[in-house]
């Protein structure tokens, strides 16, 4: 059973940065896609960043070039790095994991969900 654990998310002033960390347990397979998704008070939740085993990354427009996402050599934690916050970027932030597996006649997707933690960006 796969389990993802956030942590890093606070209170922070506009222009302030803060590094969120994901870490995975429970399984000693390669992950094939970890990354962060976002949800605002009255929003859906949206895609922040991804990052996939093999690197390739991917923003939403209203991140990039102000957040970095990393993934550490064992393939099991994720961090993003949030930099030049602003009030829009308040949110509760949930690490997401994504496992595919069975086999090549009999693929299998599995989705992971972490409980979130919240950024708040205020004065």
């Known amino acids: 059973q796969v389990q993802l654990v956030e942590s890093g998310g606070g209170l922070v002033q506009p222009g302030g940065s803060l590094k969120l960390s994901c870490v995975a347990s429970?399984?000693?397979?390669?992950?094939?896609?970890m990354g962060w998704y976002r949800q605002a008070p009255g929003k859906e939740r949206a895609l922040v960043a991804t990052?996939?085993?093999?690197?390739?990354?991917n923003y939403a427009d209203s991140v990039k070039g102000r957040f970095t996402i990393a993934r550490d050599g064992a393939r099991n934690t994720a961090y993003l790095q949030m930099n030049s916050l602003n009030a829009d970027d308040t949110a509760v932030y949930y690490c997401?994991?994504?496992?595919?597996?069975?086999?090549?006649?009999?693929?299998?997707?599995?989705?992971?969900w972490g409980q979130g933690t919240q950024v708040t960006v205020s004065s």
């Open positions: 429970g399984t000693t397979v390669t992950l094939n896609r």
């Open positions: 997401n994991a994504v496992y595919h597996g069975g086999a090549y006649e009999a693929p299998q997707r599995h989705d992971y």
């Open positions: 990052i996939t085993a093999e690197g390739d990354i």
